[in-house]
Structure formats: structure tokens, C-alpha cells
């Protein structure tokens, strides 16, 4: 043990004559902790954990340069790093995430991201460490609820907790996350509505909420988060109509609802908006397809198969600006399908099983 120390201490001295501060013991510490916690058996990340100084060549760990405080924890298990191409494999690790992360209390991020293997819980004590900025676990297997009060970390501008088992509803508090500008929970199990209060998110330009248990209706608040531009909601249960104000905002260029249980019209607005991913498929949307295309309607992507859908394609989608893959199938519209652009380059899966439509891809009228 006194060997130890002694080794301990000339690594201390000699950090010192060099002129820069080690790390806090305390920071150290709590790293070492946070390292038993985990298993990582392929690579050997952990390799250069060794020595007094958690600032200096410790991989992943990056700290301030004038407190020395460990301000980033940066593992990600899909890397183009030379410790990899070296393995000629991606990562893999298992374990959990020690609550004593939280006393590296000036963390600004934490990215422990696609390791496949990581259970366990989001530790509690995260939502004290007033300095974060990005939380990042995509890729693991965490399970148990985001914190409740999850909405305490007011610098917070990345949340990335997607392709979990987290479970539970999105918690009230979330919406005070006002400088958060990616939110990304797709696939996952949570439940539960999103909040009415949705739109006091003003920073967000990303909300990826897809693949989970969500029900109830889009709140008309999105349409307030100016600075919105990607909306995903698809693989849900969310109910309702849609509504007519996400057309109208100023930036929203994908919007994917599809595989969710909305019902209603489709908004007029839809079409004349700056969207260019809209994809509608598999709801219970109704009535006619709005004739409300224009030079304005330009389209990488526009799907509105599996809805009942019924009357005409509408002549309007003619003077579509472009119109790349579009989809209309499984619907009842009837009549003749309109020729020229964008149809002349479409195959007959994009009308098949409707009522009555007819002409080229599909059988003469």
C-alpha cells in the first residue's frame, strides 16, 4: 500500500515540475468508480486509466483547461478512432452507469453511446450537475424512466437517450429545458402524451420521438418552436387530427407521422409549406387529397398510402415544383391518373389497391 502512495506521489511531483495541475483526486476517484462499474472486454478503452492525472491521455476523458476539473466524458462504441480499426470490430460493453459520474460536478457532457451491452438505470443524481450540456446514451440497453426532473438542467441543448428500453412518460419538467435544441427518444417504451406545454421548447430544431408507446393528441403548441425543422413522430399511438398549424411553420422541412392512428382531413397547409419529407402512411386520415399544390410543393418524399383517402388525385400536383418518391397506394381515390411530371416517372405500386383509378402505370380508363 505505502509502495502505492510512494508511486502516487512521483507522478504528483512530477506532473507539478512540469507546470500542470493534475486533476482533483476527488475527479479521479469518481472516474475509477465510474470504470469498475463497466465491462469492456474487446478493446481495452479503459487501458490508459493509469496514473494521477485523469486530464492527461486518459481516453474519452477531456477536462478544463484552467480549473482541471473533468468537463467531458466522450465513449463512443462506433468510432473511426485507431483503437478500433486496429480490433476490426465495434464496441461492446456491459455494466451500468455508477451515480458517481454525478460528482464530477463540472461535467458539461456525457456520451457513453452505442456499446449495446449497458443496463441499468439513467442515474438519478444526473439532474444535479448544473454545468451539462449534452447527454448522449444512444445505443445501449437502459431501462427505468428519464428523471422526473429532468427539466432542473437549464443548459441542457442535447438529449440522446434513443435506441434504450426506457420506459415510462416523458416527464412534465422536460418542458423547461428552454435551451434544448435536439431531443432524439426514438425506440424506446414510453408512454403517455406528449405535453400540452410541448412548445415552450423554443430552441428544439429536432424532435425524434418515433417508435414508442405515445398516445394522445399532436399538441398545437409545436407549432410555436420556430426554429423547428425535423419532427418525427411516426410508429406511435397518437390520436387526433393534425393540425393545421404545422404548415406554417417556418422551417419544418420532414415531418413523418406515419404508423400512428390520426384521423381526420389532411391540412391544406401541408402542401403548400416548406416540408420536402412528408409521410403520412398508415393512420386513418380522411376525405379528399387537398388540390392545393403550387410552384411552392417540392417534395423528396410524399406518402400518404394506407388512409381512406377517397375522390381524385387532384390536377394541382402537376405544378408541384418536384415530387421525387410518392406514394398513394392502398387508399380509395378513383379516376384518371394525371400525365406528365411527376407521374411519368412513377411505377404502378405508388396507386395500386385504391377503388377506381385508372390510366398509365396502371390499366387504361
Known amino acids: 500500500m505505502s509502495c502505492v502512495r510512494s508511486i502516487t506521489v512521483v507522478v504528483l511531483l512530477m506532473a507539478l515540475s512540469s507546470g500542470v495541475r493534475p486533476c482533483p483526486p476527488s475527479d479521479r476517484a469518481a472516474l475509477l468508480a465510474f470504470k469498475a462499474a463497466l465491462h469492456e472486454p474487446y478493446l481495452g478503452i479503459f487501458g490508459s486509466w493509469t496514473g494521477a492525472d485523469c486530464c492527461h491521455k486518459w481516453y474519452g476523458v477531456s477536462c478544463d483547461q484552467e480549473t482541471r476539473r473533468v468537463a467531458d466524458i466522450n465513449l463512443r462504441g462506433e468510432s473511426e478512432e485507431p483503437i478500433f480499426e486496429k480490433a476490426h470490430r465495434t464496441g461492446y460493453m456491459t455494466g451500468y452507469i455508477s451515480p458517481a ?61 434513443a435506441d434504450n428500453l426506457i420506459s415510462g412518460t416523458i416527464p412534465a419538467s422536460l418542458t423547461n429545458l428552454t435551451s434544448l435544441m435536439h431531443l432524439d427518444l426514438r425506440n424506446n417504451h414510453i408512454s403517455g402524451p406528449i405535453s400540452r406545454n410541448f412548445g415552450r421548447l423554443r430552441m428544439l430544431s429536432r424532435a425524434l420521438l418515433s417508435g414508442n408507446l405515445l398516445s394522445g393528441p399532436i399538441p398545437g403548441s409545436v407549432s410555436q418552436i420556430y426554429r423547428l425543422a425535423d419532427l418525427d413522430l411516426s410508429r406511435n399511438q397518437i390520436s387526433g387530427p393534425i393540425p393545421e398549424s404545422l404548415g406554417k411553420m417556418a422551417v419544418l422541412s420532414t415531418l413523418n407521422l406515419d404508423m400512428n392512428k390520426l384521423s381526420g382531413p389532411i391540412p391544406v397547409s401541408l402542401f403548400s409549406s416548406g416540408i420536402s419529407d412528408l409521410n403520412l402512411s398508415r393512420n386513418a386520415l380522411e376525405g379528399n387529397i387537398p388540390d392545393a399544390f403550387g410552384v411552392r410543393s417540392y417534395f423528396t418524399v410524399l ?20 415530387i421525387g418518391h410518392l406514394d398513394l397506394s392502398h387508399n380509395h381515390l378513383c379516376g384518371k391518373i394525371p400525365v406528365g411530371s411527376p407521374f411519368d416517372h412513377l411505377e404502378a405500386s405508388s396507386f395500386v389497391y385504391n377503388d377506381c383509378l385508372c390510366g398509365k402505370p396502371l390499366k387504361p380508363c
Open 303 to 322: 406518402d400518404l398510402s394506407y388512409n381512406n383517402l377517397k375522390g381524385p388525385i387532384p390536377k394541382s400536383i402537376s405544378s408541384a415544383s418536384y
Open 101 to 161: 459520474i454525478c460528482k464530477l460536478a463540472r461535467l458539461s457532457s456525457v456520451t457513453i453511446a452505442d456499446w449495446k451491452g449497458i443496463s441499468g438505470e439513467i442515474p438519478r443524481c444526473i439532474t444535479t450537475l448544473p454545468f451539462l450540456r449534452i447527454i448522449d446514451l444512444i445505443g445501449n440497453r437502459i431501462s427505468g424512466t428519464i428523471p422526473s426532473d429532468i427539466g432542473r438542467l437549464h443548459r441542457l441543448t442535447v438529449l440522446n437517450v
